[in-house]
């Protein structure tokens, strides 16, 4: 191992209701994994603590609700003298558990920005003559955030109803029929086009054999996937329902996706089929990696693989979990899915 390897080194620093506490943690740290969702869940963070002497199960026992804030900083780790950070956010404790021998306590947290009134408080309510981003932007209003509305693709609503759901329930689905993607980040609600992000270039190429590359998982499903996709429509001006078909990627395999909904019209009825098939068929083949630990990599950018032969090609990172322990280090773990693979479109509104 070179003088430069031996000096990498990686530090946590961890605020507890705005108290520095990162030596405490230094000190009874077993693990700490920060995980950043492209869409659909909320990034959430996690720290084990050895605890034999019973303080953190007795005196600093951590309330559930209290806030902490972390970052993870690389010192020599692309190079002598350089040190960078991860800000990791701010995160609300809202689960803890203690289990031995030899006793240790897990504190489990999850992003501030997806607040308790959005994730668990139900609401009713007629939304009439709008767009799905108008939508976003009056529950990214009433919930403190600044809507970022990153899609081509805006359906109109003659009247759609949120019984009994919270914002983020309610929000999630629609965006899910047009397969659209929501994710709660530093103070915004953003909603992007999933297969326009896809489009983008690769940030960066992974190769077989690498030094950094800890190990690695492909994974290609041949069963349930569609060839094509069947949803209904009522037509206002006939009062008829009619159904429309779109055939898919996988063409002379599986079966056809059957949408139990209807959409409002023909054209509406066909971007939402789309979305459905690309929605069922994008996993179709996944990867998981394991790098060494690296502060760069996020949730929904591209990367390249190559080497690996029928999975060479572009991929999309849906989820990156980055790790600190003291007796494996610093990791990054990225899970992926090809992308754009359905060959989707973005549509429009």
Not at 34 to 60: C, F, H, Q, V
Not at 330 to 347: I, P, V
């Amino acid at each position: 191992m070179s003088r430069e390897q031996k000096a990498r080194r990686t530090k946590l620093e961890v605020l507890y209701n705005g108290a520095n506490i990162s030596v405490a943690i230094e000190r009874h740290l077993t693990n700490f994994t920060y995980t950043d969702n492209a869409s659909g869940k909320a990034d959430d963070l996690s720290i084990t603590l050895e605890d034999r002497e019973r303080r953190w199960m007795g005196p600093w026992f951590p309330e559930k609700g209290s806030l902490l804030k972390a970052e993870i900083i690389t010192v020599n780790w692309g190079g002598e003298g350089e040190r960078e950070s991860l800000p990791c956010g701010e995160f609300e404790i809202d689960e803890i558990e203690v289990n031995g021998p030899p006793s240790q306590v897990t504190i489990k947290a999850v992003s501030t920005f997806v607040t308790k009134p959005m994730r668990q408080q139900q609401k009713t309510q007629a939304w009439e003559k709008i767009r799905l981003s108008g939508i976003a932007g009056e529950i990214a209003n009433r919930n403190g955030l600044t809507l970022l509305w990153d899609s081509r693709l805006d359906p109109p609503y003659e009247r759609r109803d949120q019984v009994e759901q919270s914002d983020l329930q309610f929000l999630q689905g629609l965006c899910d029929d047009y397969g659209i993607a929501l994710k709660v980040v530093d103070g915004k609600l953003a909603c992007y086009n999933e297969a326009d992000y896809e489009a983008k270039a690769p940030v960066d190429t992974i190769r077989f054999g690498e030094p950094r590359l800890i190990s690695y998982r492909f994974r290609h499903k041949c069963r349930d996937i569609y060839r094509g996709a069947k949803m209904q429509y009522h037509d206002s001006m006939k009062d008829e329902v009619f159904e429309v078909y779109i055939k898919g990627g996988a063409e002379g395999t599986g079966s056809d996706l059957v949408i139990n909904q209807k959409a409002d019209n023909a054209g509406d009825a066909r971007i939402q089929a789309q979305k459905k098939l690309r929605d069922a068929n994008k996993r179709e083949t996944t990867a998981s990696l394991i790098l060494m630990g690296d502060i760069r990599k996020a949730a929904g950018n591209n990367l390249t693989i190559a080497g690996f032969g029928e999975f060479d090609g572009k991929w999309f990172t849906e989820k990156v979990t980055h790790s600190v322990s003291p007796s494996g280090g610093f990791k990054t773990a990225l899970e992926m899915r090809t992308a754009g693979s359905s060959g989707d479109a973005a549509g429009g509104g």
